[in-house]
């Protein structure tokens, strides 16, 4: 109870602090429909089910493309990290009880927890969790979150419970690579269930929640592991999750009761609701960016004056209040709440400065911009076309799918592109593969040598203010070249019905679901 | 002997060259499954190694005809984002499907058969106007639109039939009509118009016939006539309709899946469509061709039960 208590006036205020007067009344609503009463006591028993946009992708962290959706939030129940991380950044113990950084910094060991089984009887150790990393680290294998682990060169077995991870300078992010959400990363699988090459259809891990069935596009169904190791959890029995790719039809499977709790970042539901006297909201502001990269390779946008132009004639405020009814954040940075810059210097709206700059340029400037082929994206590219119709540039829209997407991004052959920047527990090190000029996730084909160097300076950097300093310089000289168009913070909004309890945002991606009671 | 080998020949060439169309159509398509199975953190060397890996660096011919061996072999294959068999991939699903689409066509006939005969009987009445008014409205609305009606209003209002979702036979008959209820009363509402019309008009002519006027004249009472002596020679256009229609059909299924999250092959081929998984894409398109062509070969055979003068002139139909 008071978890929703606190979530509803965090959206609230939330909602206040982005648009002052225009969601006052809705702020007003919110505030007088606060529950209130002392937490009660945990619920067991019951099934909860929760609606997701997409379905999983798989299990295994080298053939799954993603830990997306649904299948996101099960990985999350079913394997288990070796430890989490508490809101002011503490290691606190799941699979690892302790995590000590050598004098050099340069290797960490481990301590495991003992007496712990994966759901096939397996028995956790220290050969379960080196033989996962090794997969990972095998370049044999593709692991396609290899390249945020550049400074990890081993992950070696000293004592049965006991592992050594090897890296070859000191290097700050290592704690969020073990603590992280993003992927498979952190999620100790069953070594037998991966070696029988079943692991990414029927996942086993050590977690509260056993994988029971995987019935692609419909649903998700876990059982409450009876002999979890922490003794007291899971309260529910079951979980089902239930991907529905229809916004409409989510939204209708939630408020007929059909499912307890879902996902959405449609401004016409999270406004119905947010005052909705039945359900609690709960907002997830991640770190990242939504962006339109802009190709700086490929002319007329390997000009950086032209690329200015563009982003001072880019009114974001006024893409995200007619797209997004003013539910997601502005950003300038990609940094989320992680840290906090100030000012990044990113073009402000001016058109006058944007219509200066193309006259310097001197040529005419016809671009086209490739977006998804769904309303939102047709609408981000009416909106392109429209702003930049003030400063002569002509925009021509083309709707791509996914794949089609990344292609064009991947292969450089793009003007403008929809694009993310992704949120990870520690944002350097997509700031790293995003913007170094080595590397193949730099799509934008940005180019700066300081740039390179700062990212260079962070990764190496032991001292926190150092590092944090030099991240935002890293952003104010990405911002100062323009490759790409902010078009809002990633935030995302979980209702669930007012009998869910227990319900924790977390400040990062997922809703920690394994907490969760039903109210009888 | 020599006509079914004729037609199972003339299928055969049909699902051949559906296949190879569409085959043709989704390597012509931008985007490339590479950039998907490979994700978001993968480098152009990565995603040239996935091509080679999923062969699709080798000319597309080569691909189709590899692809046709496999399939002549029983095997469709397997899915090129999640590895899974798309043959499972379709079996777990194909039920579902299937039960929409029949359930769907019980209820278009429900309505179809009584308001076409209803029409017929009263033609150019207030009757057989009102129910055509009626037909014409239904028909104009898309079935993406009906179905949101139709969850609106018996879901969301209501609240006496689920939104979403699929319950299988196994968690019991009631649950399970329960959730395929709306999905399939949205295709046919719209679907039961052409088969009302095809079979008013039909059913005009034939009660214009001599042997009606015979049966009138012994004194048989109206609805013997119009359901024993009317009806059987009038629905030949409608079995037509009906084999015809079945492309239509699947096509419904395919938004009404989406809508209602139904576990279908017409989720499951929007899904491949969008993920380029190719392999997945063209074993549906194999099941939704042969599956058409199948039942258009079954209702011409039904043709001879339901007119004596095709099976005694043995009639190409």
């Known amino acids: ?520 | 002997m020599a006509l079914v080998a004729r037609k199972i020949s003339r299928l055969l060439v049909i699902v051949l060259a559906v296949s190879a169309i569409t085959f043709m159509m989704l390597n012509a398509l931008p985007g490339d499954v590479a950039y998907v199975v490979g994700g978001e953190e993968a480098s152009e060397a990565d995603i040239q190694a996935i091509r080679h890996a999923l062969g699709l660096d080798r000319p597309v011919a080569e691909r189709y005809l590899r692809w046709l061996y496999r399939i002549a072999m029983g095997d469709l294959g397997h899915s090129y984002v999640n590895y899974a068999p798309v043959s499972e991939a379709i079996l777990n699903r194909l039920p579902v499907t299937i039960e929409l689409i029949v359930l769907a066509q019980i209820m278009a006939l429900l309505l179809a058969l009584p308001a076409g005969v209803i029409c017929a009987h009263t033609n150019r009445s207030l009757w057989d106007r009102g129910i055509t008014a009626t037909a014409f409205a239904s028909l104009s609305i898309p079935s993406f639109v009906m179905a949101f009606l139709l969850i609106f209003c018996f879901a969301l209002k209501l609240g006496w039939l689920p939104a979403t979702g699929f319950a299988p036979l196994s968690e019991g008959l009631g649950r399970n009509l329960k959730s395929i209820l709306l999905p399939a009363f949205s295709i046919a509402l719209i679907e039961w118009v052409p088969l009302m019309r095809v079979l008013r008009a039909d059913m005009i002519q034939t009660l214009k016939e001599d042997f009606i006027l015979m049966a009138r004249a012994k004194g048989m009472p109206t609805w013997r006539i119009l359901l024993r002596d009317a009806l059987k020679p009038s629905s030949l256009t409608l079995i037509t309709i009906l084999g015809l229609q079945i492309g239509h059909w699947i096509g419904a299924a395919v938004v009404v899946e989406t809508i209602f999250a139904l576990p279908g092959v017409g989720s499951l081929l929007v899904t491949g469509i969008f993920s380029r998984d190719y392999l997945l894409v063209q074993g549906c398109v194999l099941i939704i061709t042969v599956a058409y062509v199948v039942i258009n070969a079954l209702v011409d055979m039904l043709y001879t039960g339901l007119d004596p003068r095709i099976r005694r002139e043995g009639l190409n139909v």
């Open chain 1, 1 to 520: 109870m008071m978890a929703a208590t606190i979530n509803r006036q965090r959206v609230a205020a939330a909602l206040f602090r982005q648009n002052g007067n225009r969601y006052f009344l809705t702020f007003l609503a919110i505030v007088l429909l606060l529950p209130c009463g002392a937490p009660a006591e945990p619920h067991y028993g019951g099934t909860l089910s929760m609606a997701h946009e997409l379905d999983a992708a798989g299990f295994d962290a080298i053939k799954a493309r993603a830990a997306i959706g649904a299948g996101g939030n099960a990985a999350s129940l079913i394997m288990e990290k070796l430890f989490e991380r508490s809101a002011q950044g503490e290691l606190i113990p799941i699979l690892g009880l302790a995590a000590t950084p050598s004098a050099d910094g340069k290797t960490w060991t481990v301590q495991l927890r003992e007496n712990v089984t994966f759901h096939d009887g397996t028995p956790f150790n220290a050969d379960a969790v080196v033989q996962h990393w090794q997969r990972l680290l095998n370049p044999e294998n593709r692991y396609r979150g290899r390249i945020f682990l550049g400074p990890i060169l081993s992950v070696e077995k000293t004592e049965p419970h006991v592992v050594q991870f090897n890296l070859k300078h000191p290097w700050i992010p290592f704690t969020t690579v073990l603590t992280g959400s993003r992927g498979f990363t952190s999620r100790i699988p069953s070594p037998q269930a991966v070696a029988n090459d079943t692991q990414n259809q029927a996942p086993v891990g050590t977690g509260p929640y056993v994988f029971r069935e995987w019935k692609r596009g419909d649903r998700i169904v876990m059982e409450k592991n009876p002999s979890y190791w922490q003794k007291g959890y899971p309260y529910l029995d079951r979980i089902v999750l239930r991907p529905i790719s229809d916004h409409e039809s989510r939204y209708a499977a939630l408020v007929s009761g059909q499912v307890d709790m879902m996902v959405t970042d449609r401004p016409v539901h999270v406004t119905k609701l947010a005052v909705h006297p039945d359900f609690a909201t709960y907002m997830l502001e991640r770190a990242g960016a939504t962006v339109m990269a802009m190709n700086c390779t490929k002319p007329p946008l390997n000009d950086a004056r032209v690329r200015r132009a563009i982003a001072h004639a880019w009114h974001q405020q006024k893409y995200i209040r007619a797209s997004f009814k003013d539910i997601v954040p502005r950003c300038e940075d990609w940094y989320g709440r992680q840290l906090d810059c100030g000012d990044v210097d990113y073009p402000r709206h001016d058109l006058e400065q944007a219509r200066a700059l193309m006259a310097a340029y001197g040529r005419p400037v016809e671009i086209e911009y490739i977006h998804s082929a769904t309303p939102r994206g047709r609408e981000a590219g009416v909106i392109l076309q429209q702003m930049l119709k003030e400063i002569d540039v002509r925009v021509k829209a083309v709707p791509s799918d996914f794949p089609g997407i990344m292609k064009q991004l991947f292969s450089k052959q793009y003007d403008i592109c929809s694009w993310l920047i992704p949120d990870f527990e520690d944002m350097s090190l997509i700031t790293m593969a995003a913007f170094h000029s080595k590397s193949p996730w730099n799509v934008y084909g940005f180019a700066d040598p300081e740039v390179d160097r700062l990212l260079r300076k962070q990764r190496l950097s032991t001292d926190p203010q150092v590092r944090a300093e030099t991240l935002c310089t890293i952003a104010r000289k990405v911002n100062a070249g323009a490759p790409f168009l902010y078009l809002y913070g990633r935030t995302f909004y979980v209702f669930a019905h007012e009998k869910v309890k227990n319900i924790t945002v977390p400040d990062h991606r997922m809703i920690p679901l394994a907490d969760v009671w039903i109210a009888p």
